[in-house]
């Protein structure tokens, strides 16, 4: 949440804390490069930066700050922060502004911005221009501060690392010097949120996707495009089954469609134009224009329109778990998190009307069951509604119908007993939806799956059925993603597992580790055994002593070891011990084969 902060956060004592502490960096920045000129030094989510411009070194190059600045730049801050200057606001004039920041051209491009009255990235409102002063330093803001300096805990903060930024994010812009600072009431807060650092470090999908062999990008294939390694493979099928057996059980039926569709398609949906800046281009084909599917939609309403429905068939739900294709900004891809090709775990469902609140409140119901099984206990349902202003350029223009559809989506929440927030503005071109925000186990958050209520494409596809009354009517179409898609999911699974996935989702279940080479007959046993009944074993053949397989194997996160020695081998038992380096003892083969068949027939999330 960079960008869009919260006026919660913005009233809070933390926020006047890191606004305080970029003023000060800003002051020292200003004593140890006198030629620096100042950008903008926002709070952001869990600190403040500040930009500069430290002018251009001998190479012609945009002049950066060195390695040993930081710790000497924090230092003089503490000085400055013990000296407890208080924080004075003064209210000045757009000249008298332009005058004190005569040899600023950043903030002079600021107050020109102000003048005309642009509220701006740097948070500093139109005129009268207001200043705050500190100490000797005076910057062009709009506060809130603390009142003094010493408000902020001199070890309460750190400076965490330089960057380069585009002034006002523009490329065409001069490259600015970024310093990102942190800062919290405490040193233990400071302490903990080091920690929180560590860990997502350690977990990045990025990062553990490669050690397990997940998954790669490969730059000659393109940016966006993940390759799905064997391991990674394993995921995205396990996460399939889970899905299919769910739905089995709710009356969904799957379907297939192709990758892409004749313009005519998307411009009968309304993706087109709605949806185009999130499309690749068409392909021509002797003047007929095809597009990649960005969105399973429109394929699954001509499935609904291919013959005539009545009402005995409702609600008719087509499950598929299609590839689309984004055309997301190079600069927006990350990781798995953002691609631009993604499997989503992707179903509509056609209904009447009196039908959607209980369809709606299964989906919901849905939701919460993965969200049990995955160990997701904190997460947000925002009901995302359209804007007025927005009717017929970015939504369906049809003011009655989001009315009563947001009204149908906000009873039904509160008859299922779901916690919600409303937002307005963010809405699908096609009717309102339930997003869904959650966070990991180290606190990170994710916009993870929709369910949205679309009464656009029916009308656009002119979809009917036949009502009891003989009547033609018109369904509701429910679009529901629970687990969003299976990239940007398992992104989060990583992350949320740190790679320790529950043994029915791991790559390798179990490893088999034979004691010395004469025991490899038996360890081949073992696991074809176990193989035979579906589990994701292997046997450890190489040369390395047996410790160093072991530790391999938890390097791997396998959640077993079976090793097997002369004594398993006359008993017909395996040696049990886990990625946690728990040393089970032996147990028949029989036994383990019970065991973990039963964690992953009932997907239990323990070993
Ligand atoms: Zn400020
Ligand atoms: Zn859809």
């Given at each position: 949440m960079l960008n869009g902060q919260d006026t919660a956060y913005e009233e809070s004592d933390l926020y006047r804390l890191r606004h305080t502490a970029a003023h000060v960096l800003a002051q020292v920045v200003l004593e140890l490069y006198p030629q620096a000129k100042l950008g903008i030094g926002p709070p952001i989510e869990s600190g403040f930066y500040y930009d500069f411009d430290l002018?251009?070194?001998?190479?012609?190059?945009?002049?950066?700050?060195?390695?040993?600045?930081l710790p000497q730049l924090e230092k003089r801050m503490r000085q400055i922060i013990a000296g407890q200057h208080?924080?004075?606001?003064?209210?000045?004039?757009?000249?008298?502004?332009?005058q004190k920041f005569s040899d600023q051209p950043y903030k002079l491009e600021l107050i020109e911005g102000l003048e005309q009255g642009d509220g701006d990235e740097s948070g500093e409102t139109a005129v009268p221009i207001t200043l705050y002063r500190h100490d000797n330093f005076e910057d062009l803001c709009r506060g809130p501060h603390v009142a003094h300096t010493g408000q902020i805990p001199l070890d309460g903060f750190k400076l965490m690392h330089t960057a380069a930024a585009y002034w006002r994010g523009d490329e065409k812009r001069p490259m600015l010097q970024r310093i990102y600072g942190t800062a919290w009431h405490s040193k233990k807060e400071l302490k903990q949120y080091l920690h929180l650092l560590e860990e997502a470090k350690k977990r990045d999908h990025r990062k553990l996707g490669r050690e397990l062999d997940l998954y790669v990008i490969d730059e000659e294939i393109g940016p966006g495009l993940p390759l799905w390694l064997p391991k990674g493979n394993v995921l995205r099928e396990e996460l399939e089954k889970l899905a299919r057996e769910v739905e089995d059980k709710a009356g969904y039926?799957?379907?297939?469609?192709p990758h892409i569709a004749k313009e005519a398609l998307y411009l009968h949906s309304g993706h087109l134009p709605y949806y185009a800046g999130d499309m690749y281009p068409p392909m021509d084909d002797e003047g007929t224009r095809y597009y990649l599917k960005p969105m399973n939609c429109p394929f699954h309403h001509k499935i609904f329109a291919s013959r005539p429905r009545s009402y005995r068939e409702l609600p008719l739900r087509l499950a598929e778990y299609g590839m689309v294709y984004r055309y997301e900004q190079s600069g927006a891809l990350f990781g798995l998190m953002?691609?631009?090709a993604a499997q989503q775990n992707d179903a509509h469902i056609y209904c009447s009307e009196e039908q959607f609140e209980a369809e709606f409140i299964d989906v919901m119901d849905m939701y919460r069951a993965y969200f049990d099984l995955f160990?997701?206990?904190?997460?947000?349902?925002?009901?995302?509604?359209?804007?007025?202003?927005?009717?017929?350029?970015?939504?369906?223009?049809?003011?009655?119908?989001?009315?009563?559809?947001e009204e149908m989506v906000r009873q039904a929440m509160k008859n299922a007993r779901v916690p919600f927030v409303e937002a307005e503005d963010e809405a699908a071109f096609y009717g309102p939806k339930i997003d869904v925000q959650i966070w990991s186990a180290i606190g990170r958050e994710f916009s993870l799956a929709t369910n949205q209520v679309d009464f656009a494409q029916p009308a656009n596809f002119d979809l009917?059925?036949?009502n009891e009354r003989g009547e033609a009517e018109r369904p509701l179409c429910i679009h529901r993603a629970p687990l969003g898609s299976h990239e940007r999911f398992i992104g989060f699974l990583i992350e949320h597992?740190?790679?320790?996935?529950?043994?029915?989702?791991?790559?390798v279940q179990a490893v088999v580790i034979p004691i010395t080479d004469k025991n490899l007959g038996y360890a081949r046993r073992v696991t074809a055994v176990l193989k035979?009944?579906?589990?994701?074993?292997?046997?450890?053949?190489?040369?390395?002593r047996m410790n160093k397989k072991i530790r391999q194997a938890q390097l791997q996160k396998i959640p077993y070891m079976l090793v097997v020695g002369d004594q398993e081998e006359s008993a017909g038992t395996v040696s049990v011990r886990t990625r946690l380096n728990e040393i089970r003892g032996s147990i028949s083969l029989a036994q383990f084969q019970a065991q973990i068949s039963d964690l992953v027939e009932n997907r239990l999330n323990y070993l």
């Open positions: 002018g251009i070194d001998e190479q012609g190059q945009p002049r950066t700050f060195k390695p040993d600045d208080p924080l004075r606001c003064q209210e000045v004039t757009v000249d008298e502004a332009r039926q799957r379907v297939s469609t953002r691609v631009r160990g997701i206990d904190k997460y947000v349902m925002r009901l995302s509604k359209h804007s007025k202003d927005g009717l017929g350029k970015k939504y369906a223009d049809n003011e009655a119908m989001w009315l009563k559809t009917v059925f036949v597992y740190a790679g320790n996935f529950p043994v029915w989702l791991a790559p035979a009944r579906g589990i994701r074993i292997e046997v450890n053949e190489g040369d390395e």
